[in-house]
């Protein structure tokens, strides 16, 4: 493993032999208090509210809680003026919806762009001119309910399926790079589906599982335990599937493609142990380590950016070599 830090060298570290344990993990809590970020009045209001209703009517409660943990909040999303030269809208069918993509370029190998969770597309868009200049073509997309997308509920899975949808419209991708969220719903629908896999797959802090989200949401919600009880057994009975299918753990086993895992020791949303043990599955995997980026500065750093598409030209470039012989050769 390698620790990346902004103002300093490289350093080379041995991994906890306790972080890449194969074991289960156990179903993880409602997060505690204080620890997923600073409330906004109204969201403080939100979980005052949410907590009085729960004591007097729960399933009420719960119903609401669902709601609200599958329709994600909306981010100022003007980051449509920041697009860089050569921004070509894609529309892309979903559930009788087009969610809004953007594509650069129209040659050379292709990499897809996959934000996180409450976020757009605007905040992959510092890769896109580094990786226009190594001569990629880019495809990002704004998932369900995010960015310029249309509202409306969505989860890991359903993400799944519009980057599917995306996929079976553009074409396979040679590499994709994905954030959070975005990642945990990549690495998931290509272990479902691998004749998707890219030759290449950067997850930047990737989100574990489903549970994972449901306890962020429950400690911004303040939930009760028999609150977030409540939560999970409606969210798995409305997903038709055990949640301890719904995760990255999982995925790792079937991704069979080297690939790259970067996450920042300090990230105070998704705990670094949870990358760690995810390349102690996944077999051909690097795990980048930084340190004081927290959770979404990480995307932002040039030196991370630097490291990401380095580590993408060296198996990707080879794959192309291959290629053009295989082209060239008599058949």
């Known amino acids: 493993m390698n620790d990346l830090r902004p103002d300093g060298p490289h350093l080379t570290a041995q991994l906890p032999s306790d972080l890449v344990s194969n074991t289960a993990i156990a179903a993880a809590p409602p997060v505690p208090m204080g620890t997923v970020a600073n409330l906004s009045p109204a969201l403080k209001a939100f979980s005052m509210a949410m907590r009085g209703l729960d004591r007097i009517a729960p399933r009420v409660s719960t119903d609401l809680m669902v709601k609200h943990f599958l329709r994600p909040r909306r981010r100022p999303s003007e980051y449509q003026t920041r697009l860089p030269e050569g921004a070509k809208r894609l529309a892309i069918d979903h559930r009788g919806q087009q969610l809004t993509g953007w594509s650069w370029g129209e040659s050379g190998p292709s990499v897809l762009l996959v934000h996180g969770w409450e976020d757009h597309s605007g905040a992959m868009l510092r890769l896109v001119g580094p990786l226009r200049k190594r001569g990629y073509q880019v495809v990002a997309m704004d998932a369900p309910g995010h960015g310029l997308s249309p509202a409306m509920d969505t989860h890991l899975l359903d993400t799944g399926e519009a980057l599917s949808t995306l996929m079976n ?33 950067t997850l930047v802090s990737p989100m574990r599982d489903i549970r994972q989200h449901l306890a962020i949401f429950a400690g911004i919600a303040r939930l009760s335990q028999a609150g977030w009880d409540r939560l999970e057994h409606t969210m798995q009975r409305q997903l038709g599937q055990s949640l301890d299918d719904i995760s990255t753990l999982l995925a790792a086993e079937h991704i069979n493609v080297p690939g790259l895992i970067v996450h920042d020791r300090e990230d105070p949303l998704i705990p670094f142990a949870n990358s760690a043990r995810m390349a102690g599955r996944w077999t051909d995997a690097e795990l980048l380590a930084t340190q004081g980026l927290g959770h979404r500065r990480t995307l932002g750093c040039p030196e991370v950016a630097g490291e990401i598409l380095t580590r993408m030209d060296r198996c990707l470039e080879p794959r192309a070599e291959r290629c053009r012989h295989t082209a060239g050769s008599p058949v």
């Open 169 to 201: 419209q553009v074409g396979r991708f040679q590499a994709i790079i994905a954030h959070s969220y975005g990642g945990a719903a990549a690495a998931i629908l290509l272990a479902r589906q691998p004749r998707l896999m890219p030759d290449y797959l």
